[in-house]
């Protein structure tokens, strides 16, 4: 089918500012030409994802990730290629062109969604019928009122094996949609309902779509808790429970818990900025997204000791990203749900308003552990503390070293030693690992390049110079003509090389945006750093020609097998091949 128009695209570009865009996403600090922050892609303390205006396109030189307004939204909303463009063309103002560009997996994840509204709506339904009353009452016995219940587009899926694929066929809905929507599977016997017997929770993304479901069930068989898996809309590694309500409750932090229940329950107390994971460990990607909408995120996770280890994990997970983090110290029941029941509203707000730092909480768990009234434990609580404190800002240290001196009647001079001993032999054997980590990437690369091509680092450099030369000086095509695209030994080279010289030919444009459809949104971070590279160059054409030497002559020389070793169709494939 055809592809949208270059006009289309080109006028969408210049209707969407990549810095605009992205500032409503990351906090820009500008730096001489360019713009840098936080990448939203991966966790980072350190700044190095940059946005080059006069480019409109984007790179992070920490992981890589890179492209246009187009490639961002793909990346940071997941969508598809139509989806992210469409998305910009409504931000823009623009509508979208009738003349059948492909849109079919866009129509896919259209139907996904609406096959999903539907579904939550028979759910609700059912449950508000008298057929469903069961349901009810599990969420009323809960301590859920109608009102919390209906916000939350509670349900309940019927104990019969096909009460909703018959709901949804009566609705238009084939099979296969049902399918990768997930709410159906395929048995021995046919297909059937993949949520029976239990209550229902509709998982709804930021921008308000129904993407997946939770159910659990009404008494303690197993499974518990089963959840819609991975499907074109949902990625749960990638959601978060309630943030579409907690992004809207007006302020600046979220509170993490364990389950959609806590979340609830927690809303329904005032508590509307809590959030949960969707059925899985806390992810970095989790960890992003909440970074987003949030400048403290309060973690209240369960008691017990998978709720602790999980806590463990979400502490180290945020501590790789630039964002307060707070813990409170929790009683009257083993969650939240459980402790604003037995104890009320107010009392677990104290808890909240007197949360203790990521600092001060390693330090009240680890001073359990050792009998202060000895000086045995004083020392080895001393020792362990500072720790502690080696990874805390300077400020943190100054005041806990004071606080550490006082409690323990140690003069915080001996404190302050003992902390630079053990950063010193901290930093030695960071630099060790990273020094080890450079050697071990870089025999990593050299295998990679040999086995991929066998070919030398310097051509492989003079490859994607002549595409970055090309995309920023389209005049240097007059000088590689001859050149042929099997001399780009690379695989990605090669597809750029003939990407962009075909549209060079065809006298087409080269801004970014017209290769989102061909490049996938890696590829695109590859690319967009052979662009941003290759600007300013003194002298183009002088380069340009630099570089296809060194291919040709690492071609040559990687084909240069005597007359004596080669056969008629070696010298025909040789030769036919210099010769197009």
């Given at each position: 089918?055809?592809?949208?128009?270059?006009s289309?695209?080109?006028?969408?570009?210049?209707?969407?500012?990549?810095?605009?865009?992205?500032?409503?996403y990351?906090s820009?600090?500008?730096?001489g030409?360019?713009?840098?922050?936080?990448?939203?892609?991966?966790?980072?303390?350190?700044?190095s994802?940059?946005?080059?205006?006069?480019t409109?396109?984007?790179?992070?030189?920490?992981?890589?990730?890179?492209?246009?307004?187009?490639?961002?939204?793909?990346?940071i909303e997941?969508?598809?290629?139509?989806?992210?463009?469409?998305?910009?063309?409504?931000?823009?103002?623009?509508q979208?062109?009738?003349?059948?560009?492909?849109?079919?997996?866009?129509?896919k994840?259209?139907?996904?969604?609406?096959?999903?509204?539907?579904?939550?709506?028979?759910?609700?339904?059912?449950?508000?019928?008298?057929q469903?009353?069961?349901?009810?009452?599990?969420?009323?016995?809960?301590?859920?009122?109608?009102?919390?219940?209906?916000?939350?587009?509670?349900?309940?899926?019927?104990?019969?094996?096909?009460?909703?694929?018959?709901?949804?066929?009566?609705?238009?809905?084939?099979?296969?949609?049902?399918?990768?929507?997930?709410v159906?599977r395929?048995?021995?016997?046919?297909?059937y309902?993949?949520?029976?017997?239990?209550?229902?929770?509709?998982?709804?993304?930021?921008?308000?779509?129904?993407i997946a479901?939770?159910?659990?069930?009404?008494?303690?068989s197993?499974?518990?808790?089963?959840?819609?898996?991975?499907?074109?809309?949902?990625?749960?590694?990638?959601?978060?429970?309630?943030?579409?309500?907690?992004?809207?409750?007006?302020?600046?932090?979220?509170i993490?818990?364990?389950?959609?229940?806590?979340?609830?329950?927690?809303?329904?107390?005032?508590?509307?900025?809590?959030?949960?994971?969707?059925?899985?460990?806390?992810?970095?990607?989790?960890?992003?997204?909440?970074?987003?909408?949030?400048?403290?995120?309060i973690?209240?996770?369960?008691?017990?000791?998978?709720?602790?280890?999980?806590?463990n994990?979400?502490?180290?997970l945020?501590?790789?990203?630039?964002?307060?983090?707070?813990?409170?110290?929790?009683?009257?029941?083993k969650?939240?749900?459980?402790?604003?029941?037995?104890?009320?509203?107010?009392?677990?707000?104290d808890?909240?308003?007197?949360?203790?730092?990521?600092?001060?909480?390693?330090?009240?768990?680890?001073?359990?552990?050792?009998?202060l009234?000895?000086?045995?434990?004083?020392s080895?609580?001393?020792?362990?503390?500072?720790?502690?404190?080696?990874?805390?800002?300077?400020?943190?240290?100054?005041?806990?070293?004071?606080?550490?001196?006082?409690?323990?009647?140690?003069?915080k001079?001996?404190?302050?030693?003992q902390?630079?001993?053990?950063?010193?032999?901290?930093?030695?054997?960071?630099?060790?690992?990273?020094?080890?980590?450079?050697?071990?990437?870089?025999?990593?690369?050299?295998?990679?390049?040999?086995?991929?091509?066998?070919?030398?680092?310097?051509?492989?450099?003079a490859?994607?110079?002549?595409?970055?030369?090309?995309?920023?000086?389209?005049?240097?095509?007059?000088l590689?003509?001859?050149?042929?695209?099997?001399?780009?030994?690379?695989?990605?080279?090669?597809?750029?090389?003939?990407?962009?010289?075909?549209?060079?030919?065809?006298?087409?444009?080269l801004e970014?945006?017209?290769?989102?459809?061909?490049?996938?949104?890696?590829?695109?971070?590859?690319?967009?750093?052979?662009?941003?590279?290759?600007?300013?160059?003194?002298?183009?054409?002088?380069?340009?020609?630099?570089?296809?030497?060194?291919?040709?002559n690492?071609?040559?020389?990687?084909?240069?097998?005597?007359?004596?070793?080669?056969?008629?169709?070696?010298f025909?494939?040789?030769?036919s091949?210099?010769?197009?």
């Amino acid at each position: 089918m055809p592809s949208l128009s270059d006009s289309f695209l080109q006028e969408l570009r210049l209707k969407t500012d990549v810095v605009d865009l992205i500032s409503s996403y990351v906090s820009l600090k500008k730096r001489g030409n360019t713009y840098v922050g936080l990448c939203p892609f991966h966790n980072e303390k350190t700044p190095s994802f940059t946005v080059y205006e006069n480019t409109q396109s984007f790179y992070c030189f920490g992981c890589g990730a890179g492209g246009d307004g187009v490639s961002f939204m793909r990346k940071i909303e997941n969508l598809d290629y139509i989806d992210a463009v469409k998305v910009l063309a409504q931000r823009a103002g623009m509508q979208m062109p009738d003349d059948g560009y492909d849109d079919s997996l866009s129509k896919k994840r259209r139907t996904i969604l609406e096959i999903n509204r539907e579904t939550a709506r028979f759910y609700h339904n059912y449950m508000m019928s008298e057929q469903g009353k069961v349901g009810l009452q599990y969420f009323l016995n809960r301590g859920l009122s109608q009102k919390t219940i209906r916000h939350f587009g509670l349900g309940y899926a019927p104990n019969k094996w096909d009460e909703l694929l018959k709901h949804l066929k009566s609705k238009g809905y084939n099979i296969s949609d049902m399918l990768a929507a997930g709410v159906v599977r395929k048995g021995e016997k046919g297909y059937y309902d993949y949520f029976r017997n239990r209550v229902m929770t509709p998982i709804i993304d930021v921008r308000g779509n129904f993407i997946a479901f939770g159910g659990r069930v009404l008494d303690d068989s197993k499974p518990k808790y089963i959840n819609t898996s991975d499907t074109l809309v949902y990625k749960k590694t990638n959601e978060v429970f309630g943030l579409n309500y907690a992004k809207d409750s007006g302020k600046d932090s979220l509170i993490l818990c364990e389950g959609y229940m806590d979340v609830i329950a927690m809303h329904q107390a005032g508590f509307t900025n809590a959030v949960a994971g969707c059925g899985t460990a806390l992810t970095n990607e989790q960890v992003r997204l909440l970074s987003r909408y949030a400048k403290e995120i309060i973690l209240v996770y369960d008691n017990d000791e998978a709720g602790q280890k999980a806590l463990n994990k979400a502490i180290s997970l945020f501590d790789q990203v630039d964002i307060k983090i707070s813990i409170p110290t929790l009683s009257g029941g083993k969650d939240p749900d459980e402790i604003i029941k037995n104890l009320g509203r107010a009392r677990f707000a104290d808890m909240l308003e007197n949360s203790s730092n990521e600092v001060e909480f390693a330090i009240m768990k680890l001073r359990r552990g050792f009998n202060l009234q000895t000086t045995q434990g004083k020392s080895q609580f001393a020792s362990e503390a500072v720790k502690i404190l080696a990874n805390a800002t300077p400020i943190e240290q100054d005041l806990y070293l004071s606080r550490l001196a006082d409690e323990l009647g140690i003069e915080k001079r001996a404190l302050q030693a003992q902390l630079v001993e053990y950063s010193t032999r901290m930093a030695k054997g960071i630099k060790k690992r990273e020094y080890n980590k450079i050697i071990d990437d870089d025999l990593r690369k050299t295998r990679k390049e040999s086995f991929e091509a066998d070919t030398s680092t310097v051509s492989l450099k003079a490859q994607a110079r002549v595409i970055g030369l090309l995309m920023t000086y389209p005049d240097c095509y007059s000088l590689c003509k001859d050149l042929n695209p099997d001399e780009f030994t690379a695989g990605f080279y090669k597809k750029a090389y003939e990407t962009v010289t075909q549209r060079i030919r065809d006298n087409l444009s080269l801004e970014l945006i017209v290769f989102n459809e061909v490049f996938t949104d890696d590829e695109m971070g590859k690319f967009t750093h052979l662009v941003s590279v290759s600007q300013n160059s003194s002298n183009p054409k002088k380069e340009f020609t630099d570089c296809i030497n060194v291919i040709d002559n690492e071609y040559k020389k990687q084909n240069s097998k005597s007359t004596s070793e080669m056969n008629d169709d070696d010298f025909r494939n040789f030769f036919s091949k210099k010769n197009t």
